[in-house]
């Protein structure tokens, strides 16, 4: 399986950006779709995003949808989130994740096989 690890998170201001990035090692980054979720206390973890290994599809989950840009960069093997015009109410963990699959054939979490740790993103009113 693929290691992931995601440095950055933190605190915003509503309206302001932030991005996050998710760096992978152990296997062939590009044969692995991969996908952003995100999950507050007491509720489950929900998508946000997703890109399929050759970058070409590249769902968004709609409440973030003209706001949030997924990418990847395969020769660095990292995953981005820039995410811009935060509200409050996208604070939350936030997960990286990879699909054992080249093709981008679900965006359900059951569907990932290797998670990040999670990092906090907090947006102040």
């Known amino acids: 399986q693929v290691q992931l690890v995601e440095p950055g998170g933190g605190l915003v201001q509503a309206g302001g950006p932030l991005r996050l990035s998710c760096a992978a090692s152990?296997?062939?980054?590009?044969?692995?779709?991969m996908g952003w979720f995100r999950q507050v206390p007491g509720k489950d973890r929900e998508f946000v995003a997703a890109?399929?290994?050759?970058?070409?599809?590249?769902p968004y989950a709609d409440s973030v949808k003209g706001r949030f840009t997924i990418s990847r960069d395969n020769a660095k093997t990292t995953l981005y989130l820039p995410m811009n015009s935060l509200k409050p109410e996208d604070t939350a963990v936030y997960y990286c994740?990879?699909?054992?699959?080249?093709?981008?054939?679900?965006?359900?979490?059951?569907?990932?096989?290797?998670w990040g740790q999670g990092t906090q993103v907090t947006v102040s009113s």
């Open positions: 994740a990879a699909l054992s699959d080249y093709l981008l054939t679900s965006i359900l979490p059951s569907a990932f096989t290797s």
């Open positions: 152990g296997r062939t980054f590009s044969n692995y779709a």
């Open positions: 890109i399929s290994g050759s970058g070409c599809s590249t």
